[in-house]
């Protein structure tokens, strides 16, 4: 059996309860597979997002979910792949707090507006960023006291990011903002040469999504000062939040459901309640878990809510630190 049919399998088991009746198996919606166009490489956290909740989708509607990765440009390609796309609910983009949050803050030419070019589905997935160092280079064990020594090291440490505008960069860029910092950004394409340029001391400190980073924790390779939610997470329970020492301090990766704007709100909303159905399967919750995110299935006006916010966030970020794609 097929990896793919085996996950096909549980998921339908698990959603089997929640599934539409067959009564409404006549609607004139899905009829046939719908895309998920996805701004992100094959083999990334949204990817895997994607590809678990494909098959729960599939046993929920009854049609094919196929993810189609139109990486490349910061999520532009995609972005702009699912903005061209007919708003006939054959066609979604799951975007992200990069790709339709900071994007918005840090190019001056999109063909699209990210407040009003999709309507929000659903936000699907969030979790927190983690601050990790290098305890060679930063001999700290807690956030108070690297804020005390980097300031005595004004310009001369340097910290990783995945390049100008990844969400590494600007919640480093928010976090000196906020603490009154002056560190340099190196930008590496990845988290493993992020991770590797801290671990070998080529820079000392850097955000970075917490499942990209978990590895490099349990090994003791890295040691984490912060989470970026505002509480702690359940899976490093020990580890202080940013907001505990900068009160407020809140950065948050997610990604989640978007439409083309025009799509006919009886298919958005058939697609809302089937994403809200995964919070009733304990195995995608399970899965969602281990990457350390949180599974969220909000409202349309909530995923909105998120988007507005962080755009708001980082156009101001942006602006203050004179940040742009380059």
Known sequence: MTGRRRLLQLAMAALLPFA??????????????????????????????????????????????????????????????????????????????????????????????????????????????????????????????????????????????????????????????????????????????????????????MFANLVNVMPYIQRGELKPLAVTSLTRTPELPDVPTVAETLPGFETLAWNGILAPRGTPAPIRERLQAALAGLKKAPMIQDRVRLMGGELVASTPEEFAARINADIAKWKALAAQAGIRAE
Request: glycine residues 10%; charged residues 15%; hydrophobic residues 40%.
């Open 20 to 205: 539409p009746r067959r009564a409404r198996a006549a609607e004139p919606w899905p009829t046939r597979p719908v895309r998920l166009i996805l701004p992100d490489a094959p083999g990334s956290g949204n990817d895997t997002t994607a590809r678990l909740i494909a098959p729960a989708l599939e046993a929920a509607l009854g049609q094919p979910f196929v993810v189609e990765n139109r990486g490349g440009a910061g999520g532009r390609i995609g972005v702009e792949a699912a903005y061209n796309a007919a708003p006939d609910g054959y066609s979604f983009l799951l975007g992200n707090a990069g790709s339709n949050g900071i994007n918005a803050a840090i190019y001056q030419d999109l063909p699209y507006d990210l407040t009003s070019a999709f309507e929000p589905v659903s936000l699907l997935v969030q979790g927190p960023n983690v601050l990790v160092v290098n305890t060679r280079v930063l001999p700290v064990n807690d956030l108070s006291a690297l804020v005390a020594l980097v300031r005595t090291r004004p310009g001369r440490l340097n910290y990783a990011s995945g390049g100008v505008g990844s969400s590494a960069h600007m919640s480093m860029e928010l976090f000196k903002s906020a603490a009154n910092l002056d560190i340099v950004h190196v930008p590496y394409r990845g988290t493993p040469a992020m991770a590797q340029s801290v671990i070998g001391g080529d820079t000392a400190l």
